[in-house]
């Protein structure tokens, strides 16, 4: 049996769609493993770090957002592809910290082609340098006496966690400073996934 192509880690919380990919991306040549969420992923990656992941954005526990922005901070290297329906076109959607994006229910020649390409032999591809402007997605988690949403925010340089009123700004990225060491954040939020409708 040949070796494989490259390692792939399939982040997806809809069992189908892990089987589907995990038979397809065999069949090409590629070893896979695959995972329900975020925290599975990551202690995946601590088992073996793959050469590319492939995940969904909008899952439970811990979403693509969140997975991937801490990817990018800890795995720089690791190729990454973020798939989502709820989102159109081919651009990775702001904040998203990945190298490209397919969106789930086009062609899934589309996703084997990115694959492909991201699996090329390295001196043919622009590595990005670690990207430390991966924004920190965390949820909201309610709001203060006066009414006000907040966020708490862990700092990713001295690990201390400070609270963050969110005022009525809409934007999807906002930026802020540590309340302890004064590190400049970027964060967004996760909004929690539509509840699926009841089957008809």
Same mark, same amino acid.
């Given at each position: 049996m040949h070796d494989p192509k490259a390692n792939l880690l399939v982040v997806d919380d809809e069992a189908p769609i892990r089987r589907t990919l995990s038979i397809l991306l065999t069949a090409l040549g590629y070893a896979v493993r695959t995972v329900p969420d975020g925290f *599975? !992923? +990551? $202690?995946?990656i601590r088992n073996e770090i793959p050469d590319l992941i492939i995940s969904d954005l909008n899952m439970p526990a811990m979403s693509g957002f969140e997975l991937l922005s801490v990817v990018r901070r800890r795995f720089p290297t690791v190729r990454v592809? !973020? %798939? @989502?329906? $709820? &989102? *159109?076109?081919n651009d990775v959607p702001p904040g998203v910290a990945?190298? !490209? #994006? &397919?969106?789930?229910?086009?062609r899934p020649a589309t996703l084997f082609r990115m694959?492909?390409? %991201? %699996?090329?032999?390295?001196?043919? +591809?622009v590595i990005h340098p670690p990207r430390s402007n991966a924004p920190i997605w965390i949820p909201t988690n309610g709001h203060d006496p006066s009414g006000v949403p907040y966020v708490v925010i862990s700092c990713p340089e001295c690990l201390?966690? #400070?609270?963050? +009123?969110?005022g009525s @700004? !809409?934007?999807? %990225? +906002?930026?802020?400073?540590?309340a302890h060491c004064s590190n400049p954040i970027q964060f967004a939020i996760v909004h929690a996934p539509a509840p699926a409708s009841p089957a008809a």
């Open positions: *599975s !992923a +990551l $202690a995946e592809i !973020a %798939m @989502s329906g $709820a &989102y *159109s076109g990945a190298d !490209a #994006f &397919y969106e789930k229910g086009t694959v492909d390409a %991201m %699996m090329r032999p390295r001196n043919t +591809l201390r966690a #400070f609270s963050q +009123l969110l @700004s !809409a934007a999807p %990225m +906002l930026d802020t400073s540590c």
